[in-house]
C-alpha cells in the first residue's frame, strides 16, 4: 500500500469468498510507508468460524 493509513486509525476489512464473507473492525497498529501496515483486530467472534474454515480449507489446498 503506497499511502498507509496513519496508525491509531479504524478500518472495516470485507472480504467475500464464494457464498461467505467477513467484515471486521481493525485498528492501525503499526505502518512501514510505501510498504503497508499491521492491523489489530478488535472483536471478530461471529466471523471466527468462517476464517477458521477458509484457513482449513487453504492450507488443505496447499498438500493435496
Same mark, same amino acid.
Given at each position: 500500500?503506497?499511502?498507509?493509513?496513519?496508525? %491509531?486509525?479504524?478500518?472495516?476489512?470485507?472480504?467475500? #469468498?464464494?457464498?461467505?464473507?467477513?467484515?471486521?473492525? &481493525?485498528?492501525?497498529? @503499526?505502518?512501514?510507508?510505501?510498504?503497508?501496515? %499491521?492491523?489489530?483486530?478488535?472483536?471478530?467472534?461471529? #466471523?471466527?468460524?468462517?476464517?477458521?474454515?477458509?484457513? &482449513?480449507?487453504?492450507? @488443505?489446498?496447499?498438500?493435496?
Amino acid at each position: 500500500m503506497m499511502n498507509p493509513f496513519p496508525q %491509531g486509525t479504524g478500518v472495516l476489512i470485507k472480504i467475500h #469468498f464464494e457464498t461467505e464473507f467477513l467484515e471486521l473492525h &481493525a485498528t492501525v497498529a @503499526y505502518l512501514e510507508p510505501k510498504l503497508g501496515m %499491521g492491523l489489530t483486530f478488535n472483536d471478530m467472534p461471529y #466471523f471466527t468460524g468462517i476464517l477458521t474454515k477458509w484457513l &482449513a480449507k487453504a492450507l @488443505y489446498s496447499m498438500f493435496v
